[in-house]
């Protein structure tokens, strides 16, 4: 294989504009974009024009059936992310597949053994574990004699506050209604498949949790690993407040999350030890380059106490996951946000769906 990777790109809307392709023009020694997917015939075509992308396809299989692709972004809607990655496996294509890499274990699974028949690399984008502060954190972390609490918090703005002062995007707004209609038919399928016939809100906190809580529990997970169980979870404002409680037996890590109208990120994951308070905050990904910060509280003595904050590179979380992306395809090693890893979401984001149904089921008993 070449050490310079040939990518395909599969929907070309606001992540792959704003920064997925900015991000592969910075790394041009690792990697050239040769082709581009999109049923949007306006967004394929003004984004092949702005970067300079001739081979333009509305079908995915066309693309996928190119000789010059060696691997493929996946960045169209979620709904599509578990099958676009099984055909492109099968083509024989490496993926990197944005966040959700899909909505149901049975997807989860299928995929699973794909990859492994195919020995081809799949990796989820949660881009947040490759951070070089959140790296330093999880070192840190295993350097405590103890953990007490754990917090992961991720409250933030609508994404078009940020967008639509920052960024220009070609919005695919030709795309017939009845193909919208046909992805969200498939996509409430899948969800009925994950967690079955429930309360729209809880259909709502599932499409969160898939969409935003995915980042935070798989940090979670790679700073602390898998907690042991539910032990709370609950959704407010119709599914787009969430809350819950991990356990981790000697500690617990407390989940809070929700969409409100103030344009910011209140984003971070937090460690409490004895002596020693780590903790990690994400800005936007919608502004590449701003940087992620390591925090760290510490006291030896409990009088001398010492605050540092530091980021230890300047670059963009998505920078490094396509840099550890590029390493491991040209390794043939697997990568850390695996399908197998991200199975372990789909297992906590259902167990949380059944805490929020069991509450109900208390509500319900109590007759109000
Ligand atoms: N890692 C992150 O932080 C991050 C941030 C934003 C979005 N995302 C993920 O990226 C994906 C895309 O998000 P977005 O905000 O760019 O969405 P978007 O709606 O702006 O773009 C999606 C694009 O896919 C196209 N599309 C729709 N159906 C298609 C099909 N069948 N084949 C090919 N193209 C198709 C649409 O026309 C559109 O251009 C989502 O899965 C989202 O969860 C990840």
Redesign the pocket.
């Known amino acids: 294989m070449v050490s310079r990777l040939r990518i395909g790109i599969?929907?070309?809307?606001?992540?792959?504009q704003i920064i997925h392709l900015p991000t592969l023009r910075q790394l041009n020694e690792l990697f050239e974009v040769v082709a581009i997917?999109?049923?949007?015939q306006k967004?394929l075509d003004g984004v092949g024009d702005e970067w300079g992308i001739g081979a333009r396809f509305i079908d995915?299989a066309e693309l996928l059936a190119l000789d010059s692709v060696d691997a493929v972004l996946i960045?169209?809607?979620?709904a599509?992310?578990a099958a676009m990655t099984i055909a492109a496996l099968r083509a024989g294509k490496h993926v990197l597949v944005?966040?959700?890499m899909c909505l149901n274990l049975a997807e989860n699974d299928a995929i699973i053994v794909a990859a492994e028949e195919t020995g081809k690399t799949v990796q989820v984008?949660t881009?947040r574990r490759y951070a070089p502060a959140f790296l330093e954190a999880c070192q840190l972390v295993t350097e405590l004699d103890e953990i007490r609490l754990a917090k992961a918090h991720d409250i933030i703005g609508r994404n078009s506050y940020v967008i639509e002062p920052t960024s220009r995007v070609v919005r695919?707004d030709d795309?017939p209604e009845s193909v919208s209609e046909a992805?969200r038919q498939l996509e409430a399928e899948q969800i009925f498949a994950a967690i079955g016939d429930v309360p729209h809100a809880l259909m709502t906190a599932y499409r969160m949790m898939l969409?935003l809580s995915t980042?935070d529990t798989s940090a979670m997970r790679e700073m602390l690993g898998m907690p042991k169980r539910v032990l709370h979870a609950s959704q407010r404002a119709k599914g787009r407040f969430l809350t819950a409680t991990f356990d981790y037996g000697d500690f617990v890590c407390l989940f809070s999350t929700g969409g409100d109208n103030i344009p910011r990120y209140d984003t971070y994951l937090e460690v409490y030890g004895a002596n020693c308070v780590i903790r990690v905050d994400y800005d936007t990904?919608y502004v590449r380059n701003m940087p992620i910060t390591l925090s760290v509280l510490e006291s030896s003595d409990g009088v001398y106490t010492s605050r540092s904050q530091r980021h230890p590179a300047w670059g963009d979380a998505f920078t490094e996951e396509w840099r550890a992306f590029h390493h491991n395809v040209i390794n043939g090693k697997p990568s850390k946000t695996s399908p197998q890893d991200f199975r372990q979401d789909l297992v906590l984001f259902r167990d949380m769906i059944q805490m929020m149904g069991g509450a109900r089921t208390i509500h319900d008993r109590c007759g109000s």
Do not use: L, R
Not at 10 to 16: F, L, M, Q, S
């Open positions: 599969i929907g070309c809307g606001e992540v792959t997917c999109d049923v949007s967004a995915f960045a169209n809607p979620n599509y992310h944005e966040k959700p984008g881009m695919g795309i992805m969409g980042h990904p």
